[in-house]
């Protein structure tokens, strides 16, 4: 099975809501890196880190997928 049929296949409920958090999380680190004021150092290094975190958290639920049972 290829990454792409993995990405085609049905995802559990779990890892859409996890990936749904995974894009939030992106968003607010993304939101901190691109913020109209300067902010101090620190809370845009953990911007950053949220943002690599939530790209990975989405990715890695996007290819999560049901297994068929066994006969």
């Known amino acids: 099975m290829t990454i792409l049929d ?3 296949a049905p995802t559990p409920k779990f890892f859409k809501v996890l990936r ?3 894009l939030v999380i992106a968003a607010v680190g993304g939101t901190l890196l691109t913020a109209p004021i300067s902010l101090p150092a620190t809370v845009v290094t953990v911007g950053g880190y949220l943002a690599v975190a939530g790209g990975v958290m989405s990715a890695v ?6 297994d ?3 006969d």
């Not at 639920?61 to 049901?66: D, I």
């Open 6 to 8: 993995r990405a085609k």
């Open 20 to 22: 749904t958090i995974g």
């Open 61 to 66: 639920s996007q290819v999560a997928k049901e």
């Open 68 to 70: 068929s049972p066994k």
